[in-house]
């Protein structure tokens, strides 16, 4: 039996193999551990920030000083999308403090700064590009993908600029973009964009705004940058969430209705096409918003049960923390 089992452990440990490869009955349970390590491996699940004092009581410790913040996020979820670098690259001794506070499986995912997605064409931008890459890179295997949101008006007569750009992007860092002007979404437009990311493995970022669909016009939203994008949308408002993969990874934005209870259906068909990813051995990074940011984490925690409910994947690092500090606030 140990000759046996020396040869199954040997095989490739893909999520694929470990579902199909012939495993002796002896090996059954290191045969579950292993297909969950792997899967967990592949799916990080974040909020859009770490730094909302609105969590402390309830997603942080009672008491958690802002300081503190980054370190007891990390210790809960296992990625985040890094919205802070769209204004300002990280000082390097900024970027070693993310390196202290964090284990060594947790992934930024940094958004590139407007200075070269927000200020014309990219190419023009290429060197502030890369300089923010080289500042960033000493992140190491903490650095996920990087994310390119380009505005509404960067439309699809710039895809020629998009391919330059892409050209010259260094091919070890991992890059996902999202495309915000509604001509990407007609058809030879999306097959062309589409046709560009994969000749790359790059990712087109999905980004899911039907759960709050109709709050347009409603208060919580006002001033608000989901006001804006549901604006943006209206010529289309029937638009659809496009999942379709260019990427070794997928990239999702998930943008929750602040009832909890009207996020289900969609949360139940997210978690659906994720495990089908896994089962792939695609990675997945999954980034929960909400117009209410008290319930981001509680979005991430669902998605998470409910691919588990599907997988055997390992538990969040949140379900390893003591429950006592972990009671589900109240307006869930």
């Given at each position: 039996m140990r000759d046996e089992l020396g040869r199954w452990q040997g095989s490739m440990l893909s999520p694929q193999v470990l579902q199909v490869y012939p495993v002796p009955p002896a090996c059954y349970n290191l045969r579950d551990r292993l297909i969950s390590v792997v899967i967990a491996m592949s799916l990080y699940l974040g909020c859009p920030i770490w730094s909302f004092k609105g969590w402390v009581g309830s997603f942080y410790p009672e008491g958690t000083?802002?300081?503190?913040?980054?370190?007891?996020?990390?210790?809960?979820?296992?990625?985040?999308?890094?919205?802070?670098?769209?204004?300002?690259?990280?000082?390097?001794?900024?970027?070693?403090?993310?390196?202290?506070?964090?284990?060594?499986?947790?992934?930024?995912?940094?958004?590139?700064?407007?200075?070269?997605?927000?200020?014309?064409?990219?190419e023009v931008h290429l060197d502030e590009a890369r300089q923010f890459l080289d500042a960033m890179s000493m992140l190491a295997t903490r650095l996920g993908p990087l994310f390119l949101q380009l505005?509404?008006?960067?439309?699809?007569?710039?895809?020629?600029?998009?391919?330059?750009?892409?050209?010259?992007?260094?091919?070890?860092?991992?890059?996902?973009?999202?495309?915000?002007?509604?001509?990407?979404?007609?058809?030879?437009?999306?097959?062309?964009?589409?046709?560009?990311?994969?000749?790359?493995?790059?990712?087109?970022?999905?980004?899911?705004?039907?759960?709050?669909?109709?709050?347009?016009?409603?208060?919580?939203?006002?001033?608000?940058?989901?006001?804006?994008l549901l604006e943006a949308r209206q010529r289309k408002p029937d638009l659809p969430v496009l999942p379709e993969r260019t990427a070794p990874f997928v990239f999702l934005r998930y943008i929750g209705h602040p009832?909890?209870?009207?996020?289900?259906?969609?949360?139940?068909?997210?978690?659906?096409?994720?495990?089908?990813?896994?089962?792939?051995?695609?990675?997945?990074?999954?980034?929960?918003?909400?117009?209410?940011?008290?319930?981001?984490p509680w979005l991430c925690r669902a998605i998470h049960q409910r691919v588990a409910a599907r997988l055997p994947i390992s538990p969040l690092p949140w379900d390893e923390v003591d429950s006592s500090q972990e009671e589900q606030p109240r307006l869930l």
């Amino acid at each position: 039996m140990r000759d046996e089992l020396g040869r199954w452990q040997g095989s490739m440990l893909s999520p694929q193999v470990l579902q199909v490869y012939p495993v002796p009955p002896a090996c059954y349970n290191l045969r579950d551990r292993l297909i969950s390590v792997v899967i967990a491996m592949s799916l990080y699940l974040g909020c859009p920030i770490w730094s909302f004092k609105g969590w402390v009581g309830s997603f942080y410790p009672e008491g958690t000083k802002p300081a503190d913040f980054l370190r007891e996020y990390a210790r809960r979820l296992n990625t985040v999308e890094g919205n802070t670098t769209f204004y300002a690259t990280p000082a390097p001794e900024k970027a070693e403090r993310w390196i202290k506070e964090t284990p060594d499986t947790f992934r930024f995912c940094l958004k590139v700064p407007r200075i070269v997605s927000h200020a014309g064409k990219l190419e023009v931008h290429l060197d502030e590009a890369r300089q923010f890459l080289d500042a960033m890179s000493m992140l190491a295997t903490r650095l996920g993908p990087l994310f390119l949101q380009l505005p509404p008006s960067y439309s699809p007569a710039l895809l020629t600029d998009l391919q330059t750009f892409l050209e010259s992007w260094p091919r070890q860092a991992d890059l996902a973009v999202e495309v915000r002007h509604l001509g990407w979404f007609d058809a030879s437009h999306h097959s062309a964009l589409n046709a560009l990311l994969a000749e790359y493995e790059f990712a087109r970022v999905v980004i899911d705004t039907r759960p709050i669909r109709d709050l347009r016009g409603d208060k919580i939203l006002q001033g608000s940058v989901y006001q804006r994008l549901l604006e943006a949308r209206q010529r289309k408002p029937d638009l659809p969430v496009l999942p379709e993969r260019t990427a070794p990874f997928v990239f999702l934005r998930y943008i929750g209705h602040p009832q909890m209870e009207q996020n289900v259906p969609f949360l139940d068909e997210w978690a659906e096409f994720l495990a089908e990813q896994l089962q792939e051995g695609i990675t997945a990074y999954v980034f929960c918003h909400c117009p209410d940011e008290r319930l981001d984490p509680w979005l991430c925690r669902a998605i998470h049960q409910r691919v588990a409910a599907r997988l055997p994947i390992s538990p969040l690092p949140w379900d390893e923390v003591d429950s006592s500090q972990e009671e589900q606030p109240r307006l869930l």
